[in-house]
């Protein structure tokens, strides 16, 4: 039988697509072929579409059975509860950004969120049943009112006492002080900012109202929080100017240190729209731009360098993996009210941050409610959150529950409703959706390549560990973590019912006619060649066996109802190993999966997918541990060198680099800033003996301002200017505490020292 598909060309093929996100080319024959049944079974296409669920061979009860699972775990989002919580601390913005939608540039009309109404809304969002949340500061420009920022943090981690808070800032940064600096590293808020390209694009297109070059100074904020080991992030903005500059603005983001950029297409809203003859362009145009983008990241990837696009991120890890990332914009239903809410400054509270957007142009149809007046539970049970809900679902819209791609994509009401007045959208040349079509068009034409495939998936370990020994080979472009790395049991390979059996020892043979309740246990050969040795009951395999699987590998372990269950081993013909937990088939729970080149996974599984844990390699005397949540990679690495030391902290693409500890075999520790393997930056060395430099690094030396301490206890040290890890200039000499002198050094050489009073 045939299941659900949807189709398209592409080039010269037809892709066909299914509702579990699988795909598949076909040439026109043998789409003829598919569609008419006449596929030859043994065929390996036919093999790859039966096992993508495109074909099976049992009843349609089968198909739903089987299926039924992956669509469940693909909307769980649905029950979380809303995670994303955006606080609207201000209206005022310094930016005259050409595009925008969202801010008052008139400092008579500026509003600022009170304590009142910013306690409120953190009690409101407080009550919502998800225990991860993120609670995200926008404006206008939020850091025009930094007080609030500090009040709604300090109060959230004074009542909080159950849910884990994430603290994120969307700012153009022009207004950071050291102040807030601090401030951001004592609570972790990570910081995304806005960077358009390169200095003439990027001041062209976000124009501060009083600053000249906004570009120089996002640049000196940005080096600011590369220096404090602030976590940021930047997004771009396309305008019609930006067509130009594909490679250029890809290589703006990497010199500020980034490995990504999110290439945002123009939303037609707002004064965007008003202004859309000068800074719009037609869907072919952005299309053109978009794949240039794309083929110059392609190529970096393909040199060793770690970059990847975000729009490109979040499609490939549902192309490729069947899981997508928890993205609003793209998701059946949308983000709306369940996945993000927005607390206006005045205490009103929107569906999302596009809501609150079209408020600002007049319009508060996206409104649900206000922070005075009911509560989190009347806001999800609310007749605007159900209606959103419902008609943001793909699968019951007309068109798109006939397009190829469905499984990949998502809506935006309040973009149907500012362009059609419809939260439906009753075109098919919708702007938003002609984009994301053609973003996929893009995308698909360059997974018929095998190469791409490989650079998009960046999970062949075995494959890639023998051309490049480094482990950022581990995921590559769509951070999907470590999905589809393993060679993990598929769905028809599971035991099945003990009916038709060849006795090996004599007892039974032919078809078992019955069976009672009580346990049994044997050794069986399956008509299909497969073996089984251990318990059974009602014809079912039950309790603790060995099943042998004719062209996979061995199961050794528990079984519930005829499925892998409880506790047990499975090792692969390639040798590759799994000892842990199982559930209905699929490896669930704790468990340690070993590659059979060495490659370890150490945590959680969830669905056959390695989950949250630790991924150890160890090559040439080096040790490699990759930290992974919820599917995927941090940027957290530990790394123990058999003859120098270990390493902890960060990395970027395939170096070390940002924050971390170097531990060495002679008992010498470094703890700082790291720049692709460097000591750079700010940090501590401490030699064994008790000395200790705090000060500034750069190419791996002492270089800058300093203290070395000659002793553990500190009581005598030299303060000043080193060059090349030697004192080099003038220098404070600390003897003891009450004893003095100002030096000067040359190279390491003191060749002046006078007498020296505080000032």
């Given at each position: 039988?045939?299941?659900?598909?949807?189709?398209?060309?592409?080039?010269?093929?037809?892709?066909?697509?299914?509702?579990?996100?699988?795909?598949?080319?076909?040439?026109?024959?043998?789409?003829?072929?598919?569609?008419?049944?006449?596929?030859?079974?043994?065929?390996?296409?036919?093999?790859?579409?039966?096992?993508?669920?495109?074909?099976?061979?049992?009843?349609?009860?089968?198909?739903?059975?089987?299926?039924?699972?992956?669509?469940?775990?693909?909307?769980?989002?649905?029950?979380?509860?809303?995670?994303?919580?955006?606080?609207?601390?201000?209206?005022?913005?310094?930016?005259?950004?050409?595009?925008?939608?969202?801010?008052?540039?008139?400092?008579?009309?500026?509003?600022?969120?009170?304590?009142?109404?910013?306690?409120?809304?953190?009690?409101?969002?407080?009550?919502?049943?998800?225990?991860?949340?993120?609670?995200?500061?926008?404006?206008?420009?939020?850091?025009?009112?930094?007080?609030?920022?500090?009040?709604?943090?300090?109060?959230?981690?004074?009542?909080?006492?159950?849910?884990?808070?994430?603290?994120?800032?969307?700012?153009?940064?022009?207004?950071?002080?050291?102040?807030?600096?601090?401030?951001?590293?004592?609570?972790?808020?990570?910081?995304?900012?806005?960077?358009?390209?390169?200095?003439?694009?990027?001041?062209?297109?976000?124009?501060?109202?009083?600053?000249?070059?906004?570009?120089?100074?996002?640049?000196?904020?940005?080096?600011?929080?590369?220096?404090?080991?602030?976590?940021?992030?930047?997004?771009?903005?396309?305008?019609?100017?930006?067509?130009?500059?594909?490679?250029?603005?890809?290589?703006?983001?990497?010199?500020?240190?980034?490995?990504?950029?999110?290439?945002?297409?123009?939303?037609?809203?707002?004064?965007?729209?008003?202004?859309?003859?000068?800074?719009?362009?037609?869907?072919?145009?952005?299309?053109?731009?978009?794949?240039?983008?794309?083929?110059?990241?392609?190529?970096?990837?393909?040199?060793?360098?770690?970059?990847?696009?975000?729009?490109?991120?979040?499609?490939?890890?549902?192309?490729?993996?069947?899981?997508?990332?928890?993205?609003?914009?793209?998701?059946?239903?949308?983000?709306?009210?369940?996945?993000?809410?927005?607390?206006?400054?005045?205490?009103?509270?929107?569906?999302?941050?596009?809501?609150?957007?079209?408020?600002?142009?007049?319009?508060?149809?996206?409104?649900?409610?206000?922070?005075?007046?009911?509560?989190?539970?009347?806001?999800?049970?609310?007749?605007?959150?159900?209606?959103?809900?419902?008609?943001?679902?793909?699968?019951?819209?007309?068109?798109?529950?006939?397009?190829?791609?469905?499984?990949?994509?998502?809506?935006?009401?309040?973009?149907?409703?500012?362009?059609?007045?419809?939260?439906?959208?009753?075109?098919?040349?919708?702007?938003?959706?002609?984009?994301?079509?053609?973003?996929?068009?893009?995308?698909?034409?360059?997974?018929?390549?095998?190469?791409?495939?490989?650079?998009?998936?960046?999970?062949?370990?075995?494959?890639?560990?023998?051309?490049?020994?480094?482990?950022?080979?581990?995921?590559?472009?769509?951070?999907?973590?470590?999905?589809?790395?393993?060679?993990?049991?598929?769905?028809?390979?599971?035991?099945?019912?003990?009916?038709?059996?060849?006795?090996?020892?004599?007892?039974?043979?032919?078809?078992?006619?019955?069976?009672?309740?009580?346990?049994?246990?044997?050794?069986?050969?399956?008509?299909?060649?497969?073996?089984?040795?251990?318990?059974?009951?009602?014809?079912?395999?039950?309790?603790?066996?060995?099943?042998?699987?004719?062209?996979?590998?061995?199961?050794?372990?528990?079984?519930?109802?005829?499925?892998?269950?409880?506790?047990?081993?499975?090792?692969?013909?390639?040798?590759?190993?799994?000892?842990?937990?199982?559930?209905?088939?699929?490896?669930?729970?704790?468990?340690?999966?070993?590659?059979?080149?060495?490659?370890?996974?150490?945590?959680?599984?969830?669905?056959?997918?390695?989950?949250?844990?630790?991924?150890?390699?160890?090559?040439?005397?080096?040790?490699?541990?990759?930290?992974?949540?919820?599917?995927?990679?941090?940027?957290?690495?530990?790394?123990?060198?058999?003859?120098?030391g270990n390493y902890k902290g960060t990395y970027e693409g395939n170096k070390l680099t940002g924050t971390g500890?170097?531990?060495?075999?002679?008992?010498?520790?470094?703890?700082?800033?790291?720049?692709?393997?460097?000591?750079?930056?700010?940090?501590?060395?401490?030699?064994?003996?008790?000395?200790?430099?705090?000060?500034?690094?750069?190419?791996?030396?002492?270089?800058?301002?300093?203290?070395?301490?000659?002793?553990?206890?500190?009581?005598?040290?030299?303060?000043?200017?080193?060059?090349?890890?030697?004192?080099?200039?003038?220098?404070?000499?600390?003897?003891?505490?009450?004893?003095?002198?100002?030096?000067?050094?040359?190279?390491?050489?003191?060749?002046?020292?006078?007498?020296?009073?505080?000032?």
């Amino acid at each position: 039988m045939i299941g659900p598909f949807n189709f398209k060309k592409i080039n010269n093929k037809l892709l066909i697509t299914n509702d579990l996100g699988n795909y598949e080319y076909l040439t026109k024959d043998e789409f003829y072929q598919f569609v008419n049944k006449k596929l030859d079974s043994s065929s390996d296409l036919y093999c790859r579409l039966k096992e993508k669920m495109f074909l099976f061979d049992d009843s349609i009860e089968y198909y739903v059975k089987a299926v039924s699972p992956h669509l469940r775990s693909s909307k769980s989002y649905l029950y979380a509860a809303t995670s994303l919580h955006i606080f609207v601390v201000s209206n005022y913005c310094n930016s005259n950004c050409i595009y925008c939608q969202a801010q008052s540039n008139q400092l008579n009309s500026c509003k600022m969120m009170t304590k009142e109404i910013a306690k409120k809304s953190v009690d409101f969002a407080l009550h919502s049943p998800q225990k991860e949340l993120n609670f995200e500061f926008q404006g206008g420009e939020p850091l025009s009112n930094f007080e609030i920022i500090k009040y709604i943090v300090e109060y959230t981690n004074s009542v909080n006492k159950e849910k884990t808070i994430q603290y994120s800032l969307v700012s153009n940064l022009s207004l950071l002080t050291d102040e807030m600096i601090e401030f951001f590293k004592k609570y972790n808020v990570s910081i995304s900012t806005s960077l358009d390209g390169h200095e003439l694009l990027h001041n062209y297109n976000r124009p501060l109202s009083n600053y000249p070059n906004t570009y120089k100074l996002l640049g000196k904020t940005i080096a600011k929080l590369k220096e404090n080991n602030i976590p940021y992030g930047a997004i771009q903005t396309t305008t019609k100017k930006s067509l130009k500059y594909p490679q250029e603005i890809i290589n703006e983001y990497r010199e500020k240190g980034l490995n990504n950029i999110f290439i945002r297409p123009l939303t037609p809203l707002g004064y965007a729209l008003d202004k859309w003859d000068k800074i719009g362009y037609t869907v072919d145009e952005f299309k053109t731009f978009y794949k240039q983008c794309l083929n110059y990241i392609l190529e970096i990837n393909k040199k060793g360098i770690f970059f990847k696009e975000g729009h490109a991120s979040i499609f490939l890890s549902k192309i490729l993996g069947g899981v997508g990332i928890n993205y609003m914009e793209l998701r059946s239903p949308c983000g709306a009210s369940i996945g993000q809410l927005a607390y206006y400054y005045d205490g009103n509270i929107y569906t999302c941050d596009e809501g609150r957007m079209l408020k600002e142009m007049g319009d508060e149809s996206f409104k649900i409610g206000n922070v005075f007046k009911g509560t989190y539970d009347t806001m999800a049970e609310s007749k605007l959150t159900k209606t959103i809900c419902k008609y943001s679902i793909l699968e019951g819209l007309p068109q798109c529950s006939e397009c190829a791609y469905l499984p990949y994509c998502g809506t935006c009401p309040v973009v149907n409703y500012a362009l059609e007045k419809d939260i439906v959208s009753h075109s098919m040349h919708n702007y938003r959706c002609q984009i994301y079509k053609g973003m996929l068009d893009i995308i698909f034409e360059l997974l018929q390549n095998e190469e791409n495939i490989d650079i998009f998936r960046g999970v062949d370990l075995m494959k890639r560990f023998k051309k490049k020994r480094w482990l950022i080979a581990f995921i590559v472009f769509c951070v999907m973590g470590c999905v589809a790395i393993m060679p993990t049991p598929s769905d028809t390979s599971k035991p099945a019912k003990v009916e038709k059996v060849q006795s090996l020892n004599g007892k039974y043979g032919g078809k078992i006619a019955s069976l009672e309740e009580d346990v049994h246990s044997d050794k069986f050969t399956f008509d299909s060649g497969d073996s089984y040795d251990g318990k059974w009951s009602k014809k079912v395999i039950q309790g603790k066996g060995k099943y042998t699987y004719k062209d996979l590998g061995v199961y050794e372990g528990n079984f519930k109802k005829g499925k892998r269950s409880g506790k047990g081993t499975f090792i692969w013909n390639d040798q590759s190993i799994y000892v842990g937990q199982w559930k209905n088939d699929k490896i669930n729970g704790k468990g340690e999966y070993i590659f059979a080149d060495g490659g370890q996974l150490k945590g959680t599984f969830k669905n056959n997918v390695f989950n949250k844990g630790k991924y150890t390699l160890t090559q040439n005397d080096v040790t490699y541990k990759y930290n992974i949540k919820k599917g995927l990679l941090t940027n957290q690495i530990e790394i123990a060198y058999a003859n120098h030391g270990n390493y902890k902290g960060t990395y970027e693409g395939n170096k070390l680099t940002g924050t971390g500890t170097f531990t060495y075999n002679n008992s010498d520790n470094y703890f700082g800033s790291i720049t692709e393997g460097k000591k750079q930056g700010t940090g501590t060395y401490t030699w064994a003996s008790g000395a200790k430099y705090i000060g500034n690094w750069e190419n791996d030396m002492m270089n800058g301002t300093g203290t070395y301490y000659y002793t553990m206890d500190k009581s005598s040290s030299l303060e000043g200017n080193f060059s090349n890890n030697v004192p080099n200039g003038e220098c404070i000499y600390k003897k003891s505490s009450t004893e003095k002198y100002k030096t000067y050094w040359e190279n390491g050489n003191c060749v002046k020292v006078e007498g020296y009073k505080d000032e």
